[in-house]
């Protein structure tokens, strides 16, 4: 199918689509729709940003146009359930949208964070399609305000993220109600055993849609990572947005706790942002949203429960402040830019710590991500006045024997140290039998700990350490140190 028009969609939504400009189908749709045309179920594995909303609405859409009912009081013919409050209002927007000329056609949204009596009113005269979360919706079972034994057709989008969040037994609470008579859609960017057991459980001989590899990442979004200690991603941040070509930035963290403070640390450099996150009400991650969309705001800084809910073109960087644990959400995170046809780039910071993140998504994507910008926090230059040798040359750390007193390591061959003390030999590793200085020996051997090897990231291997030893007192060795 090369075109909107093959499908054989009712007039009505052939015309919303040319209103929108719609005129060749992605991928997805061409193999879902016709499909689901048939009646048949579907399990669809496409990356967030590929058309999914529009493979399973227009279908839907020409069904109800087609076999015309009357819904019944506090019921609905179409379920649709996604895991975030932001998808959700998505998707009832494309309803709308495709279903413009159909009248009339009742869309409802049932999801936290706003007053439910609202909701209740929109459902007591039954609607034709109904997207919810599953937290809300059961809310609203639970108040006696829908039931569920008339759905024709259920929809679970994103139905991966909604195990991540914990909704797998919400759903199966939901599904329990639902006649067996129905047709179900059920879609997903990854399919982790526990989906599959899910979907094998629900749908009846399904037909599988799969238009990209299982976790793979948009081709035309360009990754790289920069190994970061922690301590310095919020001025590495700084850097890229000056450094980068910018239209809309969208930056993930980790915790509420860190998206704001990523704010705040923009603010004071010039930079304006605002965050969405779940300690956000509905009105204020609606309105921070409609400005991200409208370009009023340029920077949004978002945990992962944006992630699958924004749905905003011309992203031109998405930037991982924090690597995700789960490496599903590295896909849904990058797949917020590249949409509509557009390139994009995804930008990831990794320190130590998050180095085991970064290998798990790379084994999950079957791609080493390529690293540029290695970034260290500034060190001051650790001062050792008593480690110079001949010539004013730095010694080595040697087994040398320091038989000075004072404040040095002392230098070599016989000659006196920077502080005019003798010594016979020149390093700071060897026995000492005069009074040490704690602090100058503590100072380079710090230095050397921590001295990193700029062309491979990692420590230099320190070997084996003597510590400095009184007159009696047994040996120490540390033996080998690692990082």
Known sequence: MTQFTDFGLAEPILRALAEEKYETPTPIQSQTIPTALAGRDVIG???TGTGKTAAFALPI???LTTKRLRPEKKSCRVLVLSPTRELSGQISDSFRAYGRHIKPLAVALAIGGVPINRQVRSLAHGVEVLVATPGRLLDLVNQRAVTLNQVEVLVLDEADRMLDMGFIHDIKRVVAMLRKERQTLFFSATMPQEIT????????DPVRVAVTPQASTVDRIAQRVIHTEKSAKPAL?????KSETTDRVLVFTRTKHGAD???KGLEK???LSAAIHGNKSQNQRERVLADFKSGKLRILIATDIAARGIDVDGVSHVINYDLPNVPESYVHRIGRTARAGADGIAISFCDQEEGVFLRDIERMIRITIPASGERQPHKPAVRNSGNRGQGGRPQQNGGGRNQGRGNGGGGGNGRPGQNGHRSHGGGNGGQNHGRPNHQAGHQNGHAQASRQDTSSGEPNDIGTVTFLQRSGEPRRNAGHRTR
């Open 45 to 47: 594995i496409a990356q």
């Open 61 to 63: 859409l020409h069904h």
């Open 197 to 204: 057991k899910l979907a094998d459980s629900m749908l009846n």
């Open 237 to 241: 941040l700084i850097d890229v947005l």
């Open 261 to 263: 403070k990523v704010v």
């Open 269 to 271: 450099n010039g930079f």
